[in-house]
């Protein structure tokens, strides 16, 4: 079965960045389609980035020209930079591989 561990998540300031990182456990990384959610409470799990196999990404308005998503093959790995980050960011963001393994998650709080 296939595992992902998200890594990354913490405090910052209103502003301030993060960089996550999500870990495959597969050998067939490079094939799928990898995605980060994030969920803040109370509110649905909502997308923020994906990145397709060959490398195109998409992202929602709420995060365009802030949140870039990449990925290393060969380190089976996928990447989300935050920037300029603001406190409704805050959410555990989950990273999703394919259409339906998922991450255990990791927290992003932006406060001052």
């Known amino acids: 079965q296939v595992q992902l561990a998200e890594s990354g998540g913490g405090l910052v300031q209103p502003g301030g960045s993060l960089r996550l990182s999500c870990a495959a456990s597969t050998t067939s990384f490079s094939i799928y389609t990898m995605s980060w959610y994030r969920q803040a409470p109370g509110k649905r799990r909502e997308l923020v980035a994906t990145i397709a196999s060959g490398g195109n990404t998409n992202y929602p308005d709420s995060v365009k020209g802030r949140f870039t998503i990449s990925r290393d093959n060969g380190k089976k790995t996928v990447y989300l930079q935050m920037n300029n980050l603001k406190p409704e960011d805050t959410a555990v963001y989950y990273c999703?591989?394919?259409?339906?393994?998922w991450g255990q998650g990791t927290q992003v709080t932006v406060s001052s």
């Open positions: 999703k591989l394919g259409i339906a393994t």
